[in-house]
């Protein structure tokens, strides 16, 4: 098996196995996590048994469609047929569609005309067969000698674009009584996108599990490419062990967010050569202070030792975590974000407890994308770290306010001689909250720390009037999920909860709630239940 196909062997058996001796007429392929991977290794499993000499079987003819490209139902229909001529369409041409030499009939009106395409397609690939044909066994091929495979990628856009013809390509083999087989690949299951009524035949399902880390480990080692000119680079022979490593290392980052091995492949095309430079410039210093250099085993680059290895890990693990977070969601390129992170120079030279462990730290990026915020969404965070350190009992007595105007009470601290200190709770991680009391520390912020900030209202007399109108806006409930989005606060409910409302936690540090609330002018530590 080739490289591609490692994880996918399951996939490559069965499918070759079927289509080599009785194909189902429907077969569906669900693969939730990397489609477009297995759409590639379908296609190249049916060139390869397309160009393979079918000996006693019949002879195989695929087309490989993309449902987002075919948005029509006729280019649909000649993006099949051309497929499965193997017909490229000129420009000197016309640009014109593959037909019969003298027919006339067009196969891109409707259905009907793309199913006597299909039988024409048959009668002209058998003749063509008889034609290059040598011997006997060549002259008596039957009516059904020729087998068609038809893949539809993105197959889940049918039922947006093209629903009428959901159903009849999942008969397609009952309507043309060809020896014909349908594949449809998506990302959905079957139950989403079946039509109604039970239109449309059971299909073979084929379902690919997710990648294990162990095999993504093992495409991304096969990746690696060595230089054909053995100059020093990141992809030198010498350095394929460090990049196992590397890719080790990456995956235990990047696999609990994503199983995609595309999308870890290019996480480490933009982290690797960065990694590899340090390597690159200490073997550059040794060869510049070594003075004799006709030992030719001695300018050869050698693969870096173990503890050479760890220290990298030590230096680059804070910069995997900050281009998973940058590069899967596309915040920027492989490219740029590679040129802003170059390591330093000398960094395996400098000792390790004065060595930077990266430039992009996912603290530091945090901070800076929470102080960039919109005011509002400064409060929000501000609110929602209060929400996740105090426990529930205390917003009362920290934000509750009376005629009487007394004054914040904190939890009076019991010394004891003997038994364990509590660690406070800020210390012990975020607690989950509702959106509903979020929205009531807002108000209480709001409330004292932003009435001088307001323009006048006189149509508010009410205490409070202005701040319940404000923490109702819609704006407020765009800006929580937009902060959702964007990792600094966390849901803990699923989306398609519907009774009771949403819960969620802070995902911002105590250093950056403190920064906030400075810009803010919210005396943090003194609403906070246990400050120390």
């Not at 690919?208 to 054909?228: A, C």
């Not at 196992?244 to 696999?255: E, I, N, P």
């Not at 806006?473 to 964007?486: I, P």
């Amino acid at each position: 098996m080739d490289a591609s196909t490692l994880g996918y062997e399951e996939l490559c058996d069965e499918l070759s196995t079927l289509i080599a001796n009785f194909p189902p007429p429907f077969i569906y392929i669900n693969d939730t996590v990397c489609p477009r991977i297995a759409g590639s290794i379908v296609a190249t499993l049916l060139d390869k048994i397309e160009r393979t000499d079918p000996g006693p079987s019949k002879r195989v003819h695929f087309a490989k469609v993309n449902a987002v490209a075919c948005f029509t139902a006729r280019v649909l229909y000649d993006s099949i047929l051309n497929a499965l001529t193997k017909w490229d369409p000129d420009w000197n041409d016309g640009c014109a569609n593959w037909s019969l030499e003298g027919d006339t009939q067009r196969y891109n009106e409707n259905f009907d005309g793309f199913i006597h395409g299909l039988r024409a397609v048959s009668s002209y690939l058998r003749e063509k067969v008889k034609g290059k044909g040598k011997g006997k066994e060549r002259m008596k091929s039957e009516v059904d000698d020729v087998r068609f495979v038809i893949v539809v990628e993105r197959a889940e856009r049918l039922k947006e674009t093209l629903s009428e013809l959901l159903v009849p390509l999942t008969r397609l083999a009952e309507l043309t009584q060809l020896d014909l087989s349908v594949i449809l690949l998506s990302e959905v299951r079957w139950e989403d996108i079946r039509p109604p009524l039970g239109a449309s035949p059971d299909p073979y399902f084929i379902d690919i599990p997710p990648l294990s880390k162990e095999v993504i480990v093992q495409r991304l080692t096969s990746n690696f490419t060595p230089s054909n000119d053995l100059s020093l680079g990141p992809y030198h022979p010498s350095l394929k062990g460090l990049y196992s490593h590397f890719a080790a290392v990456l995956c235990d980052v990047c696999y609990p967010f994503t199983h995609d091995p595309s999308e870890i492949e290019y996480i480490a095309a933009a982290r690797w050569p960065g990694f590899a430079q340090p390597v690159l410039d200490q073997h550059q210093r040794s060869l510049a202070d070594d003075m004799d250099l006709d030992a030719a085993e001695e300018s050869q680059l050698r693969p870096p030792p173990e503890d050479i290895r760890m220290r990298l890990t030590r230096l680059f693990n804070a910069s995997l975590s900050a281009a998973l977070e940058e590069l899967y969601p596309r915040l920027t390129n492989a490219t740029d974000w590679a040129a802003k992170n170059k390591p330093e120079p000398n960094i395996l030279s400098a000792q390790p407890s004065q060595a930077a462990r990266g430039k992009d730290q996912p603290g530091k990026s945090s901070e800076a994308a929470a102080l960039a915020l919109p005011r509002m969404s400064k409060f929000i965070l501000v609110a929602a770290f209060l929400a996740s350190t105090n426990p529930a009992k205390s917003d009362i007595r920290m934000f509750g306010r009376g005629l009487d105007e007394k004054k914040r009470k904190r939890r009076a601290r019991k010394t004891t001689k003997s038994g364990p200190t509590k660690v406070p709770q800020r210390l012990l991680g975020p607690v989950a909250f509702s959106l509903d009391r979020l929205l009531a520390i807002l108000g209480a912020l709001l409330e004292e720390n932003d009435v001088e900030s307001r323009l006048p209202a006189p149509e508010f007399s009410i205490p409070g009037e202005y701040t319940d109108m404000e923490t109702s806006r819609v704006a407020v409930y765009s800006a929580v999920m937009e902060l959702t989005s964007m990792r600094l606060v966390h849901r803990t409910t699923p989306g398609d909860k519907i009774n009771g409302p949403p819960s969620f936690k802070c995902g911002i540090s105590y250093d950056v709630a403190l920064a906030l609330a400075k810009q803010l002018s919210i005396p943090l530590n003194d609403l906070m239940w246990d400050p120390a």
